[in-house]
């Protein structure tokens, strides 16, 4: 009775599921463009509040700021204070450098992406039917006279 009661209950779930994702399949190119260029602006903003903190580092790096930074702490040993700082800062500056490298590669996929749902949406803005100032019969030989020309050229090429 339990094992019933479940299925009743998660029947509904899975059907909803499967319904939901060919809304999703069917999102437009432009919206997927848009979704996506959001992504890249945020991409972009977490990318120089990383270059900032690499910069924070780089100063922070500098012999006469870890001085001053451990300066109200007391030591026999401040040569050794200087070292460990330097290191924790060194290790956080690789971390930074670490994340960069990865947005940038991120960066580099979703823009690619960016230009193949352009490039989709253009396409499908296309096919939709004749544009303005143009026939069905005007686009059927220009279909036409391109096949042709590529028809000669590839003679052409056997030839030679």
């Not at 996506?36 to 972009?44: D, F, G, I, P, S």
């Not at 001085?67 to 204070?81: F, M, Q, V, W, Y």
């Not at 330097?86 to 947005?103: A, M």
């Amino acid at each position: 009775m339990r094992r019933l009661a479940g299925i009743i209950i998660c029947l509904p779930l899975v059907i909803g599921g499967l319904l939901t994702v060919p809304v999703v399949a069917q999102e437009s190119g432009q919206q997927r463009a848009a979704n996506l260029r959001a992504q890249l602006v945020e991409m972009q903003a977490k990318q120089t509040e990383l270059q900032m903190h690499l910069q924070q580092l780089a100063d922070e790096l500098q012999p006469e700021n870890i001085e001053r930074a451990l300066a109200g702490i007391g030591s026999t040993h401040p040569e050794d204070l200087r070292a460990q700082r330097r290191r924790q800062l060194e290790i956080e500056k690789k971390g930074v450098e670490s994340q960069l490298d990865t947005l940038a590669a991120s960066r580099a996929r979703l823009e690619a992406a960016i230009a193949s749902a352009d490039a989709i949406s253009y396409q499908s803005a296309g096919l939709g039917g004749p544009g303005i100032g143009q026939s069905e019969n005007n686009g059927r030989a220009v279909t036409k006279r391109a096949n042709r020309v590529s028809k000669r050229k590839t003679k052409n090429h056997r030839i030679h």
